[in-house]
């Protein structure tokens, strides 16, 4: 293992989706969601084939035992970028990174309904501790569902991004299950594949002509987006999730950069008070679940061949 360069890798990629997110955000005025998902999901399939064929795993890398799994981790995978992307040109880029931050937690909950996972009384009190959190975050745009037209459209994107969310740790739990038979360029591969599919289903609701500028952002997202991801995967074969996983939440640092100077964003006190506490709630059960791995690979010797 090369933890430094799987932590670097981890950190190239966290910001390359953040720039994605500030690209599609730029185009959000104009370009609708199912649109914005077409080209991100699209653009980003050559750089994985590329990919795939650098490494040479073309040929083993495109195989499926599961084509009806891979089809649902798209479908719930499109919706939450949908949903995500569709916040953005509602919401500030920090608030929707820190919205964001709830599908770990919401994955922790559906671990244990969906996949019989154990999840003990310490990080179910992280889970509660992260949407205590979450809410306060939203409570601002929350209260503003009755005011002006801006005022209510920021709450429904705030809305968008929280179901978001919700999706993709949806995702996360098919995401589970098809590793246990599926290789990971697979799974990234045929993600992209479904999403530029079903993006297609949007087509009645309005696509627009893009300007030239927006053009530029849209196929500078897929692209980016493919690359964030061929990164993201790198760093898991260089250093265990338990290490390179808290830096996901680098991704706030740069949302605070790129949405001060970029888009004149200002973070209010609120806002960082409810990432603050869903940040510590994330990185509490990255720890327990690191504790816990310790734990079964202790276990494991002890046991003998016949389990």
């Known amino acids: 293992m090369q933890p430094i360069k799987g932590i670097t890798l981890k950190l190239i990629a966290v910001m390359l989706f953040i720039v994605m997110s500030s690209l599609i955000k730029a185009a959000s005025e104009h370009v609708p969601a ?15 084939l590329i990919w795939l064929w650098y490494r040479q795993e073309l040929k083993t890398g495109l195989k499926v035992q ?29 608030e929707v990174t820190a919205l964001g931050y709830a599908a770990p937690l919401m994955t922790v909950v559906f671990a244990a309904m969906f996949l019989n996972e154990k999840v003990g009384v310490f990080r179910i009190s992280a889970v509660a501790l992260g ?4 809410m306060i975050v939203l409570s601002p745009r929350l209260s503003t569902l009755s005011g002006p037209t801006v005022e209510t459209g920021a709450a429904v994107g705030a809305v ?9 740790a949806l995702a996360q739990i ?25 993006s297609l289903l949007t087509l009645p609701l309005g ?34 999730a338990s290490v390179v996983a808290p830096f996901d939440y680098a991704s706030m640092i740069f949302a605070l950069l790129i949405g001060y100077f970029i888009f004149d964003e200002v973070p209010t006190k609120t806002m960082l ?20 791995g310790l734990q079964r690979g202790k276990a494991r010797p002890l046991k003998t061949p016949q389990g």
Request: proline fraction near 4%; glycine fraction near 10%.
């Open 160 to 168: 968008l991004v929280l179901m978001g969310a919700l999706c993709a």
């Open 66 to 94: 599961s084509p009806i799994g891979h089809f649902w981790r798209g479908f719930v995978g499109t919706a939450a970028m949908g949903m995500m992307f569709a916040g953005l040109g509602l919401l500030p880029l920090p």
């Open 34 to 48: 199912g649109q914005t998902v077409f080209y991100r999901s699209a653009f980003a399939i050559p750089v994985i």
């Open 207 to 240: 696509w627009v002509w893009p300007t030239q500028a927006e053009w530029v952002y849209l196929i500078l997202a897929g692209l980016i987006g493919g690359l964030a991801q061929i990164f993201l995967t790198s760093a898991y074969r260089f250093a265990d």
């Open 273 to 292: 008070l409810g990432a603050s506490l869903v940040v510590l709630a994330g990185c509490i059960i990255i720890w327990r679940e690191h504790q816990l």
């Open 174 to 198: 098919y995401i589970r299950k098809l590793v246990a038979t599926e290789q990971t360029a697979a799974i990234v591969f045929y993600f992209s594949l479904t999403s530029t599919l079903l």
């Open 131 to 134: 949407l205590v959190g979450v």
